[in-house]
């Protein structure tokens, strides 16, 4: 019997819970140690949180079993009556209810954005617009008793500067800590969700940047490749996932892509796999061996389990390798819905 697996909750659902913390804390003196919050689609999320001292509440982020670098960190917010000071040089967000303004600020280990392609204005906190809305509903929830209130509120997450060095953060232009994120306030098991909002993430940015032509890598090789060639910035690492990566282009200004991966995965591309990881299949051999009698290749007299142990038994790899690079070409054109953007293959391919 397989193990369930489980959901979460995003940094964004747990911020918003340390908001309605404060708020409560201050105006009413009570001092919960669980707060609800109200999620996009109306369902609640029940969020534990504690009151660390005066004015400061924490949360730990629920594990889950998603593959997520913020799962398990600690989320802290401290209330302040009038504007921190010693705090990163930032732009302040500003959320308002009918009687309560709140001034948001990134603390330790939460970012600033800096480059222009974000959903969020260069030097502003990496708080996503999403979060922002969470918490100003959360805030309109709290009864002031017929009082106005003006506070600042300042987000800090526990190594968050280190943990970020493990996202692409700063490649996008989110220095100094970690982003505050979520669109549902939901982190579903094992998404791909994430992985593929962060190469829409990138491609923005770099689309920012003026940029026309992006690189698309899949693996390490492709990816040391690419480094050896190209701006850092232009190079986004697609993992598996060829076919979103190619989506994502519809609608932005880019007019090249270049597409970087080795002989095995390229074979699989052009055997029409969109997504190229194993659970979704393996190369098929017998569409090889058709390849090699169409390119007056002689197959092996054995039959290999990988592609490189059929390479390695022709004499003309090179031309086979430039039938799959054609094949894949023309696979790609069709996925691609800008027919205006040209392509170029690089397939790595060593003996």
């Known amino acids: 019997m397989s193990k369930k697996l489980r959901s979460g909750y995003t940094t964004g659902t747990h911020a918003t819970a340390l908001v309605g913390a404060v708020l409560f804390d201050y105006i009413h003196q009570k001092t919960f140690t669980?707060?609800?919050?109200?999620?996009p689609d109306g369902q609640k999320a029940d969020i534990a949180i504690l009151k660390e001292k005066k004015r400061v509440f924490s949360t730990i982020k629920v594990d889950n079993d998603d593959l997520d670098v913020t799962k398990g960190c600690k989320i802290s917010l401290e209330l302040f009556l009038i504007p921190p000071t010693h705090i990163k040089p930032q732009n302040q967000s500003i959320i308002r209810t009918n009687s309560i303004t709140l001034h948001i600020y990134a603390g330790d280990g939460v970012g600033v954005v800096t480059k222009k392609g974000l959903k969020i204005a260069p030097n502003?906190?990496?708080?996503?617009?999403?979060p922002l809305l969470m918490m100003q509903t959360i805030s309109s929830k709290v009864d002031t008793l017929g009082k106005?209130?003006?506070?600042?509120?300042?987000?800090?997450?526990?190594?968050?500067?280190?943990?970020?060095?493990?996202?692409?953060n700063a490649k996008v232009g989110v220095i100094g800590g970690l982003s505050i994120l979520g669109t549902k306030g939901v982190v579903k098991p094992i998404s791909a969700t994430a992985y593929i909002d962060s190469i829409a993430t990138e491609l923005s940015v770099l689309e920012a940047?003026?940029?026309?032509?992006?690189?698309?890598?899949?693996?390490n090789s492709a990816l040391d490749r690419a480094k050896e060639q190209y701006d850092l910035l232009s190079i986004i690492e697609i993992g598996n996932f060829v076919y979103d990566a190619l989506q994502l282009l519809e609608g932005k200004g880019f007019t090249k892509v270049i597409f970087i991966t080795?002989?095995?995965?390229?074979?699989?591309?052009?055997?029409?796999?969109?997504?190229?990881?194993?659970?979704?299949?393996?190369?098929?051999?017998n569409s090889v061996d058709r390849w090699l009698e169409e390119s007056n290749?002689?197959?092996?007299?054995?039959?290999?389990?990988?592609?490189?142990?059929?390479?390695?038994?022709?004499?003309?790899?090179?031309?086979?390798?430039?039938?799959?690079?054609?094949?894949?070409?023309?696979?790609?054109?069709?996925?691609?819905?800008?027919?205006?953007?040209?392509?170029?293959?690089?397939?790595?391919?060593?003996?």
């Open 124 to 130: 502003f906190p990496a708080i996503n617009p999403t």
């Open 297 to 351: 290749i002689q197959r092996p007299k054995e039959r290999y389990a990988t592609l490189k142990g059929v390479l390695e038994h022709i004499t003309e790899s090179d031309k086979f390798i430039d039938l799959v690079d054609k094949r894949a070409s023309q696979q790609i054109q069709e996925w691609l819905n800008n027919k205006s953007v040209s392509l170029q293959i690089i397939t790595l391919y060593t003996k």
């Open 34 to 39: 669980n707060i609800e919050v109200e999620l």
């Open 262 to 285: 080795s002989i095995a995965k390229m074979t699989k591309v052009a055997q029409g796999c969109k997504n190229t990881h194993n659970r979704f299949g393996g190369i098929d051999f």
């Open 209 to 219: 940047s003026g940029a026309k032509e992006v690189v698309f890598t899949l693996g």
């Open 148 to 168: 106005s209130y003006e506070f600042h509120l300042l987000f800090s997450i526990k190594d968050g500067e280190q943990i970020a060095k493990s996202t692409a």
